[in-house]
């Protein structure tokens, strides 16, 4: 199964084309050129490279949230355009499960993460054996205290992978938790865990048509929304109460 996919979730963009397990190649750019001007032109180029067409493609598979809702937004409508002249089937692949697979080599904990701004990240965290991955848990925006919470239960060393690694390694290691960040060139989001997650979905019948692809955002919930206002609004009244008695 010949997989093209993008990954446009965050600053940097990447394009891959795979068979089946086999990357056959990828292209990475962290330019700060807009994805809207690379991600396609990338796609053309790596296909070319690879003497490969548009055609004998069986799957556009994207990165399809969390992430950047400007960089989803245009990886999906990239793939949609791909996939609808050819009629082909399409996979919005997780992209905190994307990241995983690049470390699906490693043995054990999995735990990937993006920041969400003020102390939230998005998370997903995942067993890793064999080259297999079994989720522990969904994708979710979670505070990093609560995330503190659940890894003091799994007593496992957790291994780091996302741009917000860094972040939650500092924080996390304060408290005492056993956790690794994974090697720099396999910490932030690839096209390759793209394609590899979207591999299991065809797997698992879980592909879709171009017309029903579609970005999954994950916003902070009602209540993570309301108290982070609560705290801004705070901080606004603090700022001003400085201000006046400065």
Request: hydrophobic share 45%.
């Amino acid at each position: 199964m010949k997989i093209l996919s993008l990954e446009s979730s965050a600053v940097a963009c990447s394009v891959a084309v795979c068979e089946d397990e086999k990357l056959l190649a990828q292209s990475f750019q962290h330019s700060g050129l807009t994805h809207s001007r690379t991600l396609l032109p990338m796609c053309g180029d790596l296909l070319k490279n690879c003497g490969l067409t548009l055609e004998e493609m069986d799957v556009i598979a994207v990165a399809a949230g969390p992430g950047s809702f400007t960089g989803l937004r245009i990886g999906v409508a990239a793939a949609k355009g791909l996939a609808w002249p050819w009629n082909k089937p399409c996979a919005g692949v997780s992209t905190l499960e994307a990241m995983a697979w690049t470390l699906a080599h490693m043995e054990g904990d999995i735990c990937a993460v993006m920041d969400a701004r003020r102390h939230q990240v998005y998370n997903a965290r995942f067993q890793a054996g064999g080259g297999v991955l079994a989720r522990l848990s969904p994708d979710r925006a979670i505070s990093i205290e609560e995330l503190a919470g659940e890894l003091v239960e799994r007593k496992k060393t957790q291994i780091l992978v996302g741009d917000g690694a860094v972040l939650c390694y500092n924080e996390l290691t304060k408290r005492g938790l056993p956790v690794e960040l994974a090697p720099p060139h396999l910490r932030l989001q690839s096209a390759w865990g793209v394609a590899r997650g979207a591999l299991e979905l065809a797997r698992a019948d879980g592909l879709v048509t171009a017309a029903a692809l579609s970005p999954v955002y994950h916003r902070l919930s009602q209540a993570e929304r309301e108290r982070l206002a609560k705290e801004k609004e705070m901080t606004v009244k603090n700022d001003k109460g400085e201000e006046q008695h400065g």
